[in-house]
C-alpha cells in the first residue's frame, strides 16, 4: 500500500490536508483526513489531483486550457480543473493518475496546518 499527502488533493472536490491511500498496483483505495505524521506516507507540498485512468486522455487538452492562466490559490486552481472535467468520482479499486501541481511561489499562510499549533509536515 503507498500513501500519498498533500496540502490539497483534488478527487472531484478540493479536500485540505489530507492523504489518498493507493494499493500496489496503483488502484484507488480511500482519502482520508491528515491528523497528524504517519509514517511511510509520502507528503507532497501543493496539490495533488487524482484522475481516474479513463478521464487520463482529457489531460493533456485541459493542460492547453489552463497553463497559461495565473491562479492565486489552490482554491482557484482546482475550481478550474473541476469546471474543465465531467464529474466522477473514483470508487475503490479503480486506477488513477496522480498529477502534482504547484503555484509558485508558494503562500507560507495559504500552505499552513488547519490550526496551526500542529505540524502538518509528514515525511
Known sequence: MV????????????LRLSYVELDAAGNYLSVFPLDGEMACTSFYNGLLLLLPARLYPLWADVWRQVQGEAFDTYPALAGRLGGCFPAWELRRGE???????????????ELGTHDGSRDGHVE
Open 95 to 109: 486506477p488513477v493518475r496522480i498529477l502534482h501541481l504547484t503555484l509558485q511561489p508558494f503562500a507560507a499562510s
Open 3 to 14: 500513501r500519498l499527502a498533500s496540502h490539497y488533493l483534488f478527487c472531484s472536490s478540493l
